[in-house]
């Protein structure tokens, strides 16, 4: 008895603090909205405007600092005036989105960008940290373009362990930071050594976990010598993962050697303890029928298309509202 009562006690004053803390996020959301609007209003006004705008934000932030704090340094009231300018409804602003959320999306200049990261983050209650996380794995863009959206949103909505190599394998993958250009005409050689120079980028693509083991591995089979592009070994699964790279679209002689990579890994460097050899095709254009029938069922090779650039704010949009579309009709069902 005693037990039940304090801790429904307890809980109600946790539940308490946290709406008082999500009330407080709120008016101070609020109250710096209302200072942008006013900033703008006051620069709308001035005369000379360019001169006015430029001088007007120190202006401020000398009158404020010593009685408000940092606060509102000149560099928090231009964040200020910006949320303003990019938010200009007030009534539009959620309440479950704090100032952290907010400066977050400042940062964002497609306005369905914005639109669809402010969704997901109140549907799913994300953290400004977890916001965060979901841009910098580039959600929005990986969502547009991947064939399997439920499991990007799957895995983007809560930190998943992986418990199969299909967890650990992301399709598509970006690969802008190499600076090769779409229309350029590379090697394999070329899209290698890319990698390699962009190896700490390439690694944080892949996704965590993942260790660097060696690149061109020689491996010598009765006579023949093969090279494996780039060998990894992710620790969270503890086994190697094979790399090979095609410039072109994946056929099934290609799955097939990459097979044969694995095999070896398996039966020569696995270790007792440890999982069998994942591989991964990483190839421009992929046909998903011709994987499926050049690979046994259950096989831990995989072909994952990239991307060089990122898809256009059209493409973004078009994919996007599809996928939402689809996801509402799943729901009329």
């Known amino acids: 008895m005693e037990r039940s009562i304090i801790s429904d006690i307890q809980a109600i004053i946790h539940s308490s603090r946290v709406a008082a803390i999500r009330s407080i996020d709120y008016e101070r959301v609020i109250m710096y909205w209302h200072i942008g609007k006013r900033i703008v209003e006051e620069e709308q006004g ?56 907010y400066r ?126 780039l060998v990894f070994y992710n620790r969270l699964l503890q086994c190697f993962v094979i790399i090979e790279l095609k410039t072109h679209k994946v056929t099934h002689q290609d799955l097939g050697q990459l097979q044969m990579y694995v095999n070896y890994y398996d039966r020569i460097e696995k270790l007792a303890h440890e999982t069998p050899t994942i591989g991964i095709l990483l190839c421009l254009e992929k046909n998903d029928t011709v994987v499926r029938f050049s690979l046994p069922d259950k096989s831990n090779v995989f072909a994952s298309k990239y991307h060089l650039y990122l898809p256009s704010e059209e493409q973004l949009s078009r994919e996007i509202q599809n996928e939402m579309k689809r996801r509402e009709d799943k729901l009329d069902e």
């Open 46 to 101: 001035g005369y000379e405007r360019a001169v006015y705008g430029e001088r007007l934000i120190p202006y401020i932030s000398e009158q404020l600092l010593p009685k408000f704090g940092s606060a509102f340094s000149a560099r928090n009231l231009s964040y200020f005036r910006q949320f303003y300018r990019i938010f200009p409804i007030v009534n539009a602003l959620r309440s479950q989105l704090s100032w952290t959320h």
């Open 104 to 229: 977050s999306l400042l940062s964002m200049d497609s306005v369905n960008k914005r639109a669809f990261y402010v969704d997901q983050t109140v549907k799913n209650n994300w953290s400004a940290r977890q916001l965060n996380r979901q841009v910098d794995t580039q959600l929005y863009e990986r969502l547009s373009l991947s064939t399997d959206k439920d499991s990007v949103m799957a895995a983007a909505n809560k930190e998943v362990y992986p418990q199969e190599p299909k967890d650990i394998v992301k399709d598509p993958m970006f690969l802008e930071f190499l600076g090769l250009k779409q229309e350029a005409a590379y090697y394999e050689k070329d899209l290698e050594a890319a990698l390699i120079t962009h190896l700490q980028e390439f690694m944080l693509e892949l996704g965590n976990g993942y260790s660097f083991v060696a690149r061109q591995k020689r491996i010598h089979l009765d006579g023949d010598d093969f090279f494996i592009d």
